[in-house]
């Protein structure tokens, strides 16, 4: 009987967990290191929110694929619950809006062309009030939606498929166990050090997402930001308590569990939370300062900056739905590792040829777990391609040398 080769997994959040548990369909032996416990980082700090409309055939496609495994996922794993609420993604536009709602028609278009069937451009506000009431109806221009995007349970992911990858014979995992060091000779990883000891491997794979440059910096040393941009940037999430009593109040025969996700033109975006969606979650895209020698700690904790980035954002949100009267409550942070063009990496390192990394999911890293842990299962099999539901992926565009602008480059992030 063939042994099997041995893949040392770095990193269990989420794309870490679902690529070792690909891998061990694939026969491989999987050794998996994480510096803390089971996700412990971005993993169980996201909004978690998981959508197929983006703006390149590859992320269509990837999202597809993902949104298709989560759709599988309880009865596969046999989990307690779903992996996902598929409430949908809604994108409003006003008057003030015009130019972007152009762009949506052909966005919409684009996407339906790559494979997405279930998205909808919506261009009479009277529907659209219609089906989403709690919208402010002045200078309503029209909206796009797709009803099988939605939210995932990131901590219901990981911690069933690790329990499947425990009863697994080729699996071990160590915890509190960092990377400290990396080993090499003629263009070969041949040992990780940690604190507890050496450990090898045939294949290295760094899934430690916005500690990556940290991480790699042991193999390429200074000039890793250039080699591997992926950046630390801190996010925040804040809560509104009230929100379900106040969603009820103005509108009383609109049930708060079909409240979709909404995004605005400015960024804002915000989706609810809890079995009973007795909050609503707030997000907003902008683009702070990179934290490149963040620790664990720093992903916590409050912030001097969040509470004006958090009422500016409501301000913006309360425009558009004009239920949200009450300020919010709790706030959460975390670190997304970004790329420049949005893209994460999931490549082997082109210096040494058997250390792989899959990173850089620049705020879109839970919904695109399962299609990463495809993409690193197949590049392992020596495939440049992955067959989705929606047609094939071309693995260049994550790769480590791949143009950083074009056709492929994400704009339609958050
Ligand atoms: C506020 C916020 C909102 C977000 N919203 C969304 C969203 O709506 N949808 C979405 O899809 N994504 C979202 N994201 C992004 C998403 O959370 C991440 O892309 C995803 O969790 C990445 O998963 P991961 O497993 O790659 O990384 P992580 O979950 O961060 O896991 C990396 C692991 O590597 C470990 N590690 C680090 N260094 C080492 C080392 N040297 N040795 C061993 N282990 C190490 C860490 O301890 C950690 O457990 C959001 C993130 C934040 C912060």
Redesign the pocket.
């Given at each position: 009987m063939a042994i099997a080769k041995t893949a040392v997994v770095?990193?269990?959040?989420?794309?870490?967990v679902l690529t070792t548990w690909r891998l061990l369909q694939d026969g491989w032996h999987v050794i998996q290191?994480?510096?803390?416990t089971l996700?412990?980082?971005?993993?169980s700090?996201?909004?978690?929110?998981?959508r197929q409309q983006f703006s390149t055939a590859a992320s269509v496609r990837a999202m597809i694929h993902s949104v298709r495994w989560f759709e599988r996922f309880q009865q596969c794993f046999g989990a307690a619950g779903p992996a996902m609420r598929q409430v949908g993604y809604f994108y409003p536009y006003w008057e003030r809006d015009a130019t972007a709602f152009t762009a949506a028609r052909q966005l919409v278009c684009d996407q339906q062309a790559w494979g997405l069937r279930d998205v909808e451009l919506w261009d009479q506000p009277s529907l659209i009030l219609e089906r989403f009431p709690f919208v402010n109806p002045d200078g309503l221009l029209g909206a796009r939606f797709c009803g099988t995007d939605g939210f995932c349970f990131?901590d219901r992911i990981f911690t069933t498929v690790h329990a499947h990858c425990l009863r697994h014979p080729q699996f071990e995992v160590r915890m509190q166990?960092?990377?400290?060091g990396i080993e090499h000779s003629s263009g070969r990883i041949s040992a990780v050090t940690t604190p507890q000891g050496k450990v090898s491997g045939d294949v290295y794979i760094n899934?430690?997402?916005?500690?990556a440059t940290?991480?790699e910096r042991l193999l390429h040393g200074d000039d890793i930001r250039t080699l591997l941009p992926v950046q630390p940037l801190r996010?925040?999430?804040w809560f509104f308590p009230e929100f379900r009593e106040q969603l009820l109040a103005a509108h009383a025969n609109f049930d708060p569990l079909r409240f979709p996700m909404v995004v605005l033109t400015n960024g804002v975006y915000a989706r609810p939370e809890g079995p009973q969606a007795n909050q609503l979650m707030m997000?907003h895209a902008h683009t702070p300062d990179p934290h490149w020698n963040f620790t664990?700690v720093d992903q916590d904790g409050s912030r001097p900056e969040s509470d004006d980035l958090g009422e500016a954002a409501w301000f913006l949100l309360a425009e558009a739905v004009p239920i949200m009267q009450s300020r919010f409550g709790p706030t959460?942070?975390?670190?997304?590792?970004t790329t420049p063009n949005h893209q994460p990496y999931i490549c082997a390192d082109s210096a040494y040829g058997n250390w792989y990394r899959s990173?850089g999911?620049s705020?879109?890293?839970?919904?695109?777990?399962p299609f990463a842990a495809d993409a690193m299962a197949a590049l392992l099999r020596g495939e440049q391609t992955v067959q989705t539901e929606a047609g094939s992926v071309d693995l260049a565009v994550f790769g480590q040398h791949r143009v950083q602008t074009g056709v492929h480059a994400e704009t339609a992030v958050l």
């Amino acid at each position: 009987m063939a042994i099997a080769k041995t893949a040392v997994v770095i990193g269990a959040g989420i794309v870490g967990v679902l690529t070792t548990w690909r891998l061990l369909q694939d026969g491989w032996h999987v050794i998996q290191l994480e510096a803390t416990t089971l996700g412990s980082g971005s993993s169980s700090r996201s909004a978690a929110c998981a959508r197929q409309q983006f703006s390149t055939a590859a992320s269509v496609r990837a999202m597809i694929h993902s949104v298709r495994w989560f759709e599988r996922f309880q009865q596969c794993f046999g989990a307690a619950g779903p992996a996902m609420r598929q409430v949908g993604y809604f994108y409003p536009y006003w008057e003030r809006d015009a130019t972007a709602f152009t762009a949506a028609r052909q966005l919409v278009c684009d996407q339906q062309a790559w494979g997405l069937r279930d998205v909808e451009l919506w261009d009479q506000p009277s529907l659209i009030l219609e089906r989403f009431p709690f919208v402010n109806p002045d200078g309503l221009l029209g909206a796009r939606f797709c009803g099988t995007d939605g939210f995932c349970f990131p901590d219901r992911i990981f911690t069933t498929v690790h329990a499947h990858c425990l009863r697994h014979p080729q699996f071990e995992v160590r915890m509190q166990s960092p990377v400290v060091g990396i080993e090499h000779s003629s263009g070969r990883i041949s040992a990780v050090t940690t604190p507890q000891g050496k450990v090898s491997g045939d294949v290295y794979i760094n899934c430690t997402n916005a500690w990556a440059t940290q991480l790699e910096r042991l193999l390429h040393g200074d000039d890793i930001r250039t080699l591997l941009p992926v950046q630390p940037l801190r996010r925040f999430l804040w809560f509104f308590p009230e929100f379900r009593e106040q969603l009820l109040a103005a509108h009383a025969n609109f049930d708060p569990l079909r409240f979709p996700m909404v995004v605005l033109t400015n960024g804002v975006y915000a989706r609810p939370e809890g079995p009973q969606a007795n909050q609503l979650m707030m997000g907003h895209a902008h683009t702070p300062d990179p934290h490149w020698n963040f620790t664990h700690v720093d992903q916590d904790g409050s912030r001097p900056e969040s509470d004006d980035l958090g009422e500016a954002a409501w301000f913006l949100l309360a425009e558009a739905v004009p239920i949200m009267q009450s300020r919010f409550g709790p706030t959460t942070t975390g670190f997304y590792g970004t790329t420049p063009n949005h893209q994460p990496y999931i490549c082997a390192d082109s210096a040494y040829g058997n250390w792989y990394r899959s990173v850089g999911f620049s705020g879109h890293g839970v919904m695109m777990s399962p299609f990463a842990a495809d993409a690193m299962a197949a590049l392992l099999r020596g495939e440049q391609t992955v067959q989705t539901e929606a047609g094939s992926v071309d693995l260049a565009v994550f790769g480590q040398h791949r143009v950083q602008t074009g056709v492929h480059a994400e704009t339609a992030v958050l």
